[in-house]
C-alpha cells in the first residue's frame, strides 16, 4: 500500500523559506518519478516542481531560482526547499508520484499517487 506523507508547511512572511519534505511509504523515492503540485483556493492544482528518476528536474516558471527539489534515497524522502516565498506562494501543497519513473512532467494527470498536502501561507 502507498502513502505519501507531506509536512513542513506552515506561516512565512515575504521573503522567508520553507523546506517541505515528503516521507513514502511502500515506494521507493529513488526509483520513480515525484513532483510537487500546489493548489490555492479558486484556481487548479499547478505543477511546481518533478524529480525523474536519473534526477532531472523541472520548475515551473514562477518558481524558477527560488524553489529546489531534492529526494534522499538512503532517508527514502522528497524534499522542496522553498526561498524567498510571495504571497502568490500561498496554496496546499501536494507531494505525488508517477510509477513510470520516465518522465519529469509537471502535468497532473501523469501522477497516480498523491499526498494529503501541507498547507503553506505566505503573508
Known amino acids: 500500500h502507498v502513502q505519501l506523507v507531506e509536512s513542513g508547511g506552515g506561516s512565512m512572511q515575504t521573503g522567508g523559506s520553507l523546506r517541505l519534505s515528503c516521507a513514502p511509504s511502500?515506494?521507493?523515492?529513488?526509483?520513480?518519478?515525484m513532483a510537487w503540485f500546489r493548489q490555492s483556493p479558486g484556481k487548479e492544482r499547478e505543477g511546481v516542481a518533478a524529480?525523474?528518476?536519473?534526477?532531472?528536474?523541472a520548475y515551473t516558471d514562477s518558481v524558477k531560482g527560488r524553489f529546489t527539489i531534492s529526494r534522499y534515497g538512503y532517508r527514502n524522502t522528497m524534499h522542496l526547499q522553498m526561498n524567498s516565498l510571495k504571497p502568490e506562494d500561498t496554496a496546499m501543497y501536494y507531494c505525488?508520484?508517477?510509477?513510470?519513473?520516465?518522465?519529469?512532467?509537471?502535468?497532473?494527470?501523469?501522477?497516480?499517487?498523491w499526498g494529503q498536502g501541507t498547507q503553506v501561507t505566505v503573508s
Open positions: 505525488a508520484a508517477d510509477f513510470s519513473g520516465a518522465r519529469c512532467s509537471l502535468q497532473e494527470r501523469q501522477y497516480s499517487r
Open positions: 511502500g515506494l521507493s523515492v529513488s526509483d520513480f518519478s
Open positions: 524529480i525523474r528518476r536519473d534526477d532531472l528536474t
